[in-house]
């Protein structure tokens, strides 16, 4: 894995030296093996190498094709090129190296920005044509890498991480009204915004083109919404297998040690266990717990490591990885709330002790249909059926309870339709209490704008073919998992200079999935039933019963012991009672007396203490701190600490 970033002024103009090399080294722990930085004429591209394929200098960037009118500073890997070379040689293209990113060069000089289509892989591209005076960034199809951009309608400044593009001055660090309460609802900014106003993010399956005409934005990708009825689930389930297979086979290619995140949950077993299929070693699995039990499945892990004779590491997760807060929110570059996030940076720390790259299992809950809350929607669905107005009037008592009245919320969820109802279950503030929460400027600053319009407009256009519920798993793969769960895999794990593969995740397998009824996905009652059923003679029966446990986090009890104790300092610290924000008569009642300790109260206060530890970090603080956490520095990693890293 790898960092890009770089400079172009599409309308005149010439890049500055200085600001693009102290640009790289903001994050050169996505790349702590080699830097290299090319300029010419307006363009300037910077490159953070973390060698994975090609250790040899052939794979050094930014890299040229052979007239050197083409130039690509590349982060991700390419499982197709060992296919795709051989047809470009074959048409006449002559390769230097090994390396998947030369491919991205002759691609290009064939195809242009339609090139995207052959890729088979996770990526962020800036690629420049001196010839044409041509930008292409683009994003990999779900978006597992990441890319920032500000765009002045002269310039663009373009980066991997957010912290990266913050070291330009001219990048405006005026916080978004709409993002904060973006973030209030979620607990993430989804794209295409980010934080900051006039900071982009690249969405996933997108391109932008930046060139004298200025920038235009294209979709190249989406989730198909069409229905394909395999002849029979045995059939479905085989063709699944041998996609999962060929999924895992492909990410095995690497040039530096490999293993695995294992939870001991179906998803993560299964490509440990198909990872096992065709490794001649042991498969090297690293797993977290917490002492809490009810929260740990590392007995789990066990019981999948020992059926599959993995090499097995693990660890225990205590109150005290609260320290690591300041750590953490710096490295998500913008407001992060979701807690997983503290297991997710140890299991990185651990794996990297022993391994360069890491497989998962992230991606099998939206393809599959494995959340609870899609089993939520199934008991809510008979009430879809009745019109709207009396559902509404079925709802009416609800003003005679409290908000938060477990009959009240479950009485107004009856007055949703399938989307709204889901997005609340999803939400950390729904609409009322986000109000409440927030400050009357942020209210008035944010005024008509609605966090649920766009994900309400992507579950329309789902349901339209799938229906209602199953429209749920396209919308949370097309939103949560991409700004949720994918952004906390690559932030905690590039913190250590690991990198990532998920297999569920390969555009094949997801493409798939979401062409098979869900009646395949759930049936009798199972979740995931085809997941299952694909790997059922590899795992043991105990593993393929269990349900859906989750990577959570024991909040409600560490919020009754030291984390109380933060959230308290930090949000009712007069910096945080200041910023203009939040409510502040509504937050202290949010941590008065022991309600920290009820989980969905817990969730909250940690999102807004994660507001607060962000601003503190980024807002406060002036941009030449910001390449580093506030409690120091970012030393890299024990294990790829050396003389190249610097």
């Given at each position: 894995m ?8 599409y ?11 102290r640009?790289?080294?903001?994050q ?13 004429g ?23 094709d ?19 070379q ?23 000089q064939e ?6 289509e ?14 044409r ?8 199809r779900?978006g ?10 002269k ?11 913050m ?63 395999p ?11 041998e ?16 293993g ?15 990872m ?43 109150p ?48 599959c ?7 939520w ?46 997005l ?56 949560y ?7 906390k ?33 759930v ?18 029966p ?15 009890r ?20 200041g ?45 030449e ?22």
């Amino acid at each position: 894995m790898c960092g890009i970033h770089g400079v172009f002024h599409y309308r005149g103009g010439q890049p500055d030296r200085a600001l693009i090399e102290r640009m790289g080294l903001v994050q050169r722990h996505r790349g702590p093996d080699d830097s290299g930085l090319w300029m010419q004429g307006a363009c300037a591209l910077g490159h953070r190498r973390l060698s994975i394929v090609d250790l040899s200098p052939g794979g050094h960037q930014p890299m040229p094709d052979e007239t050197e009118q083409v130039w690509v500073a590349f982060n991700g890997e390419l499982y197709n090129w060992p296919q795709v070379q051989p047809q470009l040689a074959a048409r006449g293209h002559r390769f230097r190296g090994h390396s998947d990113t030369e491919m991205l060069l002759h691609l290009w000089q064939e195809k242009g920005a339609a090139m995207l289509e052959d890729l088979r892989g996770m990526f962020s591209i800036a690629l420049f044509d001196v010839q044409r005076q041509q930008l292409l960034l683009a994003r990999d199809r779900v978006g597992k890498k990441p890319l920032f951009y500000h765009d002045d309608g002269k310039r663009v400044v373009f980066a991997s991480e957010l912290k990266c593009l913050m070291a330009d001055p001219s990048v405006p660090r005026d916080v978004d009204p709409r993002a904060l309460a973006d973030y209030l609802t979620f607990r993430y900014v989804p794209a295409p915004r980010s934080i900051w106003s006039g900071v982009q993010k690249v969405p996933a399956g997108h391109r932008v083109l930046f060139d004298a005409n200025g920038a235009r934005v294209e979709r190249y990708w989406s989730l198909p919404v069409e229905l394909h009825t395999p002849p029979s689930p045995e059939a479905a389930v085989e063709r699944l297998r041998e996609l999962l297979r060929e999924a895992v086979r492909i990410r095995l290619m690497s040039d530096v040690p490999l293993g695995a995140f294992l939870s001991g949950g179906i998803d993560s077993s299964a490509i440990v266990a198909l990872m096992s299929e065709v490794s001649s070693t042991p498969v090297r699995t690293f797993s977290i717990g917490f002492e809490e039990e009810e929260h740990s499945e590392l007995e789990h892990a066990r019981t999948v490591a020992r059926h599959l004779g993995t090499d097995h590491q693990e660890l225990i997760v205590r109150p005290r990885a609260l320290d690591l807060m300041p750590r953490l929110v710096w490295g998500m570059d913008e407001p992060f709330a979701d807690a997983s996030m503290i297991p997710t940076y140890h299991v990185a720390d651990m794996a990297r002790r022993h391994v360069t790259v890491a497989l998962s299992g992230d991606g099998g809950d939206e393809a599959c249909a494995g959340y609870d809350t899609y089993t939520w929607a199934e008991q809510y669905a008979p009430f879809d059926a009745i019109p709207r107005t009396l559902r509404r009037l079925l709802a009416w008592p609800i003003h005679r309870l409290a908000p938060d009245h477990p009959l009240g919320r479950k009485l107004h969820r009856v007055a949703l339709d399938t989307g709204e109802r889901h997005l609340e279950m999803m939400s950390e503030f729904s609409p009322p209490s986000r109000v409440a929460i927030m400050s009357a400027s942020l209210r008035e600053a944010a005024i008509g704008y609605d966090p649920y319009a766009t994900p309400l407009a992507l579950h329309r256009r789902a349901q339209a073919t799938l229906g209602a519920v199953p429209a749920l798993c396209y919308l949370d793969a097309m939103t949560y998992m991409i700004d949720d769960v994918l952004v906390k895999v690559d932030r905690a794990s590039m913190m250590h200079s690991l990198e990532v593969r998920s297999p569920l995740l390969d555009q094949e397998v997801l493409q798939y999935l979401a062409s098979l009824p869900y009646d395949l996905k759930v049936r009798g009652g199972v979740r995931k039933w085809i997941l299952r059923e694909a790997v059922r003679p590899l795992l043991p029966p105990a593993i393929l019963q269990r349900g859906k446990q989750g990577f959570g986090v024991p909040l409600g009890r560490w919020f009754g012991g030291s984390m109380g104790r933060l959230a308290r300092e930090v949000l009712l610290d007069q910096r945080a009672r200041g910023r203009g924000w939040l409510d502040t008569a509504a937050v202290e009642r949010l941590l008065s007396g022991t309600s920290l300790q009820d989980p969905q109260i817990a969730r909250r206060a940690f999102t807004l203490v994660c507001l607060e530890l962000w601003a503190q970090t980024y807002v406060d603080r002036p941009r030449e701190a910001l390449d580093r956490p506030m409690d120091g520095p970012l030393a890299l990693h024990p294990a790829v600490q050396g003389p190249a890293s610097a």
